[in-house]
């Protein structure tokens, strides 16, 4: 498909903004849609019934510029109906989503076009991206181990079965999937974007560049202050089943996935909603792992460490925090070689701290 050039009244790019409640930080997401090299955009904006002043600052930012597009809902519908709302009226030849915490370089839409103009038949173009916090502190430089160039399945998608994907803030997709894939699947929780990912990359190549398009910032308010179990459980189960449904894969993917989601279910059944949930002070939370992972997946070995490391915790609290110290030290040995790499390259993205500001 050839990338026309687009005019000002023939937006090329949607980009769809969701957000709830966080005015300030939504200024700066928007912010970084405007800055973009590449001109020829829509953003839309939907607001999950904030109640606050967020029409407000869409108006001030905006400065009556055509392109950006406001809309706000009656009542709250939830945030993965809000995102596939905005999914459902995109009507350009490509879209993104955009988090309302997160900031957009200014040279991600360009650099993600030129990704399709080499590989037209990618059905998304994605770009690195740098994790940062609220602190301007560089966290990690994601994707380094993804190749430069074309990826093609089924061995793409075998990858991001058994590695970190593709971060969908640094993402390009192609409108025509919405017939193709389908929409976002919101039975897929808080791991929509995972789901959708994987739904694509099923089936259809996509272009990866480690250069940097977006920032995604992790910061106190983004943090759920759900129980794990209702932010992540039902959902990667609805991905398992996705995944094994899907009766256009061949069968011996089919079979290759469901072993990954097992691995990476097992693993977040004991260390996010087991190890994590006791550090949190939810040891009911804690159990209910220890009980899946005994019954369903004959871990009796672990089921058993999680609910002594319950029970002990609950006698004395302070032990918790003895848990989280040795988490913390497990994490650094399994990061070490990734964080060496990020310190190696740490001048090349001390600039992108300027774009955290709030301003």
Sequence with gaps: MEIAPGRGDQPLITTVIPTFRRPRLLRRALKSVLNQT?????????????????????????????????????QNIGMSKNFVYGQERVETPYFSFLSDDDVLL?????????????????????????????????????????????????????????????????????????????????????????????????????????????????????????????????????????????????PELRSFAAQAMTRLTKHKLFVDMGLRAIIRGRADDARRSAEILSQEFGEAGRARFLRFCAALCGILPPLRQVLAGALSVRRHVQNSRRKALVQQQMHHYREYASYLSLG
């Excluded at 607001?47 to 002043?53: L, V």
């Excluded at 869409?58 to 009556?64: D, F």
């Excluded at 602190?135 to 089924?154: F, I, Q, S, T, V």
């Design 38 to 74: 590449y001109p020829h955009f829509r953003v839309c904006i939907y607001d999950n019934a904030s109640g606050d002043e967020t029409a407000q600052v869409v108006t001030q930012t905006a400065q009556g510029d055509p392109r950006v597009q406001y809309h706000c809902h009656s």
């Design 106 to 250: 200014p040279n991600f839409y360009q650099d993600a076009l030129e990704g399709f103009r080499k590989f037209p038949e990618a059905a998304f173009s994605a770009l690195g991206i740098v994790l940062m916090n609220a602190d301007e502190e560089l966290g990690n430089m994601a994707l380094e181990a993804w190749p430069e160039g074309l990826c093609r399945p089924p061995e793409s998608f075998r990858k991001m079965l058994t590695m970190y994907p593709p971060l969908w803030t640094a993402i390009l997709f192609r409108g025509e999937l919405r017939e193709s894939v389908g929409l976002l699947d919101v039975e897929a929780g808080y791991g929509f974007d995972i789901d959708y990912e994987l739904r694509v990359a099923a089936h259809h190549p996509f272009v990866f560049s480690p250069r940097p398009g977006a920032l995604g910032v992790v910061h106190a308010e983004a943090q759920t202050v759900q129980s794990p179990w209702e932010a992540f459980w039902p959902g990667i189960m609805k991905i398992a089943r996705n995944l094994a449904e899907d009766q256009s894969l061949d």
